[in-house]
Each structure stands twice: as structure tokens, then as C-alpha cells.
């Protein structure tokens, strides 16, 4: 009788413990979840104070600004899911009218206008440059190149949406989408490579 009831003691132990264990569990994901839902929201938040901030140049009706810069932050800060998930939050908040657009400018007539090919080129982007992180590496001619390719997909949709605007070839789009831009967003991509990184870690020692 003894061992019987030193089996059942044994057997309610084996219990208790694993329902504790996935209790934890459980609060850890919820936890997890929570910061991750969290971070995309702070991440949102700075897409949309930046994006808006932006200097018209002669040569082109697309405008320079800081989104391409403040998107590559955030794969490198919150991954390629949720990097895409915090993107579509911040072009759905821009399409519903709210000015986060550049020129604080909001609704679907920007989607329509000269610079929707690079809204749209920003779908593409962001999860091309993440899965290449992914795959290459950590070093910082990788996720150097990562980026490039992910702009190169970006202007490319860019400049086919300015051709079909302004009624240009090919060439001519590249002229007025892609040649005046590569300067700054070469050094976006460099110092996004550089502090991407950096940020990273900060945030890793604060968990």
C-alpha cells in the first residue's frame, strides 16, 4: 500500500510539473508576443513621423526622404515578418487619408500619383532584403549588398509606375526615378548597415 501511494504522489508530482512547465511556457509566448506586437508599433509610429519629412528636387516629381532609410531599420530591428506586417500598417494608416506620406501628404490619390511604384516597390523590398539577411550573413558587405538588390527592386517598380505617368521610355524613367536618387540612398544603406547592427544589440541587452 506504501508503494502504491508513493507511485500516485509521484505520478500527481509528474503532473503538476508539467502543467507548471506549460503554464511558463505559455506566459513567455504571450510575453513574447506582446513586446514583438509592441516593437512593430514603435516601429510604425517612427515610419510615420519620418516619411513625411521630405525635399522636392527640380529634376523629379518624387521627393528625397528618409523611408527607405527607417524600413531597412526595421528588418534589421524587428525581422522580415513583422518589418512587412509594420510597413503595412503604416500604408494602410497613409491610404485611409492620415498625412504620413511624404509631404505629409495621405490617401489613395499618392498611390496613384508619380511616386506609388516606390510604395509599392517598398512590399517587395522589405521581404526580399530580410530572407537575404537571413541567408547570407551578418557581415556588413552582405547585408550591404542584401539592401542594394532590395532597391534595385524598389526602383524598378518605381521607375515602370513613373514611365506609365509621365509617358517616358525605359531610360528616360531611369533618369528621373533611379540616377538622381543613388547618391543618398547609397548612404542611407551604408549607415543603415552600420547602426543596424548596433541597434540590434542595444536591444538585446535589454531584455
Known amino acids: 500500500m506504501k508503494g502504491v501511494s508513493f507511485k500516485k504522489k509521484e505520478k500527481l508530482s509528474d503532473r503538476t510539473g508539467g502543467v507548471t512547465i506549460m503554464q511558463t511556457a505559455t506566459k513567455k509566448e504571450t510575453v513574447l508576443g506582446i513586446r514583438q506586437m509592441a516593437m512593430i508599433g514603435v516601429m ?6 519620418a516619411a513625411p519629412f521630405s525635399i522636392p528636387i527640380p529634376v523629379s516629381p ?3 526622404s528618409l523611408t527607405t532609410f527607417i524600413l531597412y531599420l526595421s528588418v534589421y530591428i524587428l525581422g ?3 518589418a512587412f506586417i509594420s510597413y503595412v500598417i503604416y500604408l494602410l494608416l497613409g491610404l485611409v487619408g492620415l498625412p504620413v506620406f511624404s ?3 495621405g490617401g489613395f490619390a499618392k498611390l496613384a500619383g508619380p511616386t506609388g511604384g516606390y510604395l509599392i516597390g517598398f512590399l517587395f523590398m522589405i521581404p526580399l532584403t530580410g530572407i537575404l539577411f537571413e541567408k547570407t ?3 556588413f558587405w552582405k547585408q550591404f549588398g542584401a539592401m542594394v538588390l532590395g532597391t534595385l527592386v524598389c526602383y524598378l517598380f518605381g521607375t515602370v509606375w513613373l514611365c506609365l505617368q509621365l509617358n517616358l521610355d525605359f531610360i528616360g524613367g531611369l533618369g ?3 540616377i538622381p536618387y543613388l547618391p543618398g540612398d547609397t548612404a542611407k544603406i ?3 548597415a552600420l547602426i543596424g ?3 540590434v544589440k542595444a536591444l538585446k541587452r535589454a531584455e
Open 137 to 139: 550573413g551578418k557581415s
Open 80 to 82: 522580415t515578418r513583422n
Open 44 to 49: 510604425t509610429a517612427v515610419t510615420c513621423i
Open 176 to 178: 528621373v526615378g533611379v
Open 197 to 199: 547592427p548596433v541597434i
Open 190 to 192: 551604408i549607415l543603415a
Open 62 to 64: 518624387v521627393p528625397l
Open 103 to 105: 509631404g505629409f501628404s
